[in-house]
């Protein structure tokens, strides 16, 4: 009867564990939709290391590096000398992957503008 109960047991945690499996593709996916931007481009720079020919990879990787830039971008806690840099290498990371992704284009360039505005009229 014990024995009985520890197979149960065993098969129990088994098919649990195999559940609770999420390929890492999914779960970047799962990281950025819950904006942890930073943790799903870990994930899946991972993934392009191992498969650096994979298509689907490289064009997730692009677009959490893009999203990254875009919530950067939009943090009101961080001034904008501190964000805007940070978010334009975002936006460059995507673009070296991806030079066709035109939101992450279009923002790089405004960054850039907002930049030089700031250079020229001498803004903190």
């Known amino acids: 009867?014990?024995?009985?109960?520890?197979?149960?047991?065993?098969?129990?945690?088994?098919?649990?564990?195999?559940?609770?499996?999420?390929?890492?593709?999914?779960?970047?996916?799962n990281l950025s939709r819950n904006g942890k931007f930073s943790e799903a481009i870990?994930?899946?720079?991972?993934?392009?290391?191992?498969?650096p020919n994979s298509v689907p990879i490289k064009s997730l990787l692009a677009q959490a590096y893009s999203d990254y830039?875009?919530?950067?971008?939009?943090?009101?806690?961080?001034?904008?000398?501190?964000?805007?840099?940070?978010?334009?290498?975002?936006?460059?990371?995507?673009?070296?992957?991806?030079?066709?992704l035109k939101d992450a284009k279009d923002m790089y360039e405004m960054i850039e503008k907002i930049q030089d505005s700031f250079r020229n009229n001498n803004v903190n």
């Open 1 to 29: 009867m014990k024995r009985r109960i520890v197979i149960l047991f065993i098969l129990l945690i088994l098919i649990n564990s195999a559940c609770s499996f999420v390929d890492p593709i999914t779960q970047a996916q």
């Open 69 to 100: 830039g875009l919530s950067l971008c939009q943090d009101t806690n961080k001034p904008p000398r501190e964000k805007y840099p940070m978010a334009k290498e975002q936006f460059s990371m995507a673009l070296t992957l991806n030079p066709y």
């Open 42 to 51: 870990r994930v899946l720079e991972n993934e392009y290391k191992k498969q």
